[in-house]
């Protein structure tokens, strides 16, 4: 493990620079920064559903698995040119989407991110999700990022709207269904 931060307040991002995992120093609005910044927010979304004391415990110890994968991709982020997610942590998303999506009823209609608090904060992870995804395939765009990288958040998305839905039936209640034209008359 690198140095640990003994000194927080350093003074060297003042002129709007930041420094990668590589020493080198970008600009605070760089796209890479942004993709770093993103998955951030994202992993602290998380950190936000993971205060539900309701939570199922199976539920729990997925995303707590996830904050650290995203810590690692944070890492992949920062340091250019590096690869550290895996085609196995992309599988194990894969996994767990399909064991918590095992046992809910088909979807027939859209659904609205709501219902349980729990559940809204899943789909709202699942909206930044979706942002952080757009950063790095931006960045992808740019410089280069991991296919890995890529897939993982890709399939995070899927997997913050299953729990969306499985965290509503352990509230007991269901999912909330979009109305067409509810409000048109």
């Given at each position: 493990?690198?140095?640990?931060?003994s000194?927080?307040?350093t003074r060297t991002?003042?002129a709007?620079?930041?420094?990668?995992?590589?020493?080198s120093?970008?600009?605070?609005d760089?796209?890479?920064?942004?993709?770093?910044?993103e998955?951030?927010?994202l992993?602290?979304?998380?950190?936000?559903?993971l205060t539900e004391a309701?939570?199922?415990?199976a539920?729990r110890?997925?995303l707590?698995?996830?904050q650290?994968?995203l810590f690692?991709?944070?890492g992949?982020?920062?340091?250019?040119?590096?690869s550290v997610?895996?085609?196995a942590q992309v599988?194990r998303l894969?996994e767990?989407?399909?064991?918590?999506?095992a046992?809910?009823?088909?979807?027939?209609e859209?659904?609205?991110?709501g219902g349980s608090?729990?559940?809204?904060?899943?789909h709202?992870s699942?909206?930044?999700c979706r942002?952080a995804?757009?950063?790095?395939?931006?960045?992808?765009?740019?410089?280069?990022v991991?296919e890995d990288?890529r897939?993982?958040?890709?399939?995070l998305?899927?997997l913050l709207?299953?729990?969306?839905?499985?965290l509503n039936r352990a509230?007991?209640?269901?999912?909330v269904?979009?109305?067409?034209?509810?409000?048109?008359d």
């Amino acid at each position: 493990m690198g140095n640990r931060l003994s000194k927080i307040i350093t003074r060297t991002g003042d002129a709007g620079t930041t420094g990668l995992g590589d020493g080198s120093r970008v600009n605070k609005d760089s796209l890479r920064i942004h993709a770093i910044g993103e998955v951030d927010e994202l992993n602290s979304s998380l950190g936000l559903l993971l205060t539900e004391a309701e939570l199922p415990a199976a539920v729990r110890e997925a995303l707590l698995g996830i904050q650290h994968d995203l810590f690692d991709l944070g890492g992949e982020l920062c340091l250019p040119g590096m690869s550290v997610i895996t085609n196995a942590q992309v599988g194990r998303l894969e996994e767990l989407s399909a064991t918590f999506n095992a046992d809910l009823p088909r979807l027939k209609e859209f659904i609205l991110p709501g219902g349980s608090r729990a559940a809204a904060q899943a789909h709202m992870s699942r909206a930044i999700c979706r942002r952080a995804e757009r950063a790095i395939v931006h960045l992808g765009n740019n410089e280069t990022v991991s296919e890995d990288a890529r897939r993982y958040v890709n399939r995070l998305s899927d997997l913050l709207f299953i729990l969306g839905r499985v965290l509503n039936r352990a509230a007991g209640g269901g999912d909330v269904l979009w109305q067409k034209g509810k409000n048109a008359d």
